[in-house]
């Protein structure tokens, strides 16, 4: 059992912004070399009216972790793609993110009953991929709004049907 303490949030709640700003950060100094980080920004902001969940992970009382998902639009109008999943360097290895992904998939599964769930990440994060790989997310093809953004990938993980 983690020791931390996972939340459900409203996604404008401060510790969530905060955490959710140290993720785009520290994504922005990554992919900084890149030019197709000039399209970050519109690729990957977050309609809040979008936003089915958002958790927050506690230790103690400082927030040490983050995830959120949202509906999308368009041609995967309805689909529930898991977003910002973050952990704080001194909280990772500990077991805090297989809790915020458990909390996600979750509500994908139990509270809306959709067969799949959806991510996107880049090709520089190399701890992530090894993270969704090993918990059963495998590759689909990069979906909008994330084809301007050359080094996305994108994964789905489908859910047994119950």
């Known amino acids: 059992m983690s020791p931390y303490r996972l939340v459900r949030v409203g996604f ?14 520290l994504g922005n100094q990554l992919y900084a070399d890149d030019p197709a980080a000039a399209h970050r920004g519109g690729s990957e902001g977050i309609d809040p009216s979008s936003i089915v969940a958002t958790f927050v992970a506690y230790d103690g009382e400082r927030p040490v972790g983050h995830a959120c998902l949202r509906r999308l639009d368009g041609d995967m109008a309805g689909e529930l793609e ?5 952990v ?19 509500v994908v599964r139990d509270d809306e009953g959709a067969p799949r769930i959806v991510i996107h990440t880049g090709d520089r994060q190399h701890a992530a991929l090894t993270f969704y790989g090993r918990r059963g997310y495998t590759p689909i093809p990069v979906f909008a709004p994330y084809e301007a953004v050359t080094y996305s990938l994108c994964f789905e993980k489908v859910f047994a049907a119950g």
């Open 12 to 25: 404008e709640h401060p510790d969530a912004v905060e955490l959710r700003d140290e993720h785009v950060t």
């Open 88 to 106: 704080r360097e001194d909280a990772r290895g500990s077991g805090v993110a297989d809790d915020l992904l458990a909390a996600v998939e979750g």
């Open 82 to 86: 898991m977003k910002r999943l973050y």
